[in-house]
């Protein structure tokens, strides 16, 4: 009667691993990552590669804005009032970029149509560049 892996390997230092040696978990090592450290990883860690345990300074928080640039925009303007997120009246564009997404806009890249752009905050090269053109820029 043949025999099943399980009750063949029942008993068995090794169960299919190898050596006792083998199959071994991060308790070989000590543990994983930085355990240990006030203990046996001490040397290893602090004096070797020069750490300092614990939580060390600070980290301020940073606002993260939604940007786009100003010719990203201009490329844009078709599909926006294809969509209806923008209006075009008597051949000036009306766009809320609040309603696109976004926080500012950048004066990155070139504008070729009269806009009139409401947004929450402008830079000052994108408002020139929109007024070069005979838009208006209104911050909200």
Do not use: W
């Not at 199959?23 to 020069?50: I, Q």
């Not at 609040?98 to 070729?112: A, I, M, P």
């Amino acid at each position: 009667m043949p025999v099943s892996k399980r009750a063949k390997y029942r008993g068995s230092r090794t169960c299919g691993g190898g050596t006792h040696k083998n199959r071994r978990g991060a308790g070989n090592r000590g543990g994983r990552g930085h355990s240990g450290g006030c203990k046996h990883h001490f040397v290893k860690y602090y004096l070797l590669e020069g750490r300092v345990f614990g939580k060390n300074g600070f980290k301020t928080a940073r606002e993260t804005l939604n940007v786009i640039d100003i010719g990203n925009l201009d490329l844009m303007i078709p599909s926006l009032i294809s969509s209806g997120k923008a209006k075009e009246e008597g051949g000036v564009v009306h766009i809320d970029v609040s309603l696109l997404g976004y926080d500012k806009v950048l004066g990155g890249g070139r504008v070729t149509r009269k806009i009139n752009l409401s947004a929450p905050s402008l830079s000052e090269r994108a408002k020139e560049k929109i007024e070069a053109v005979g838009g208006q820029a209104v911050n909200i």
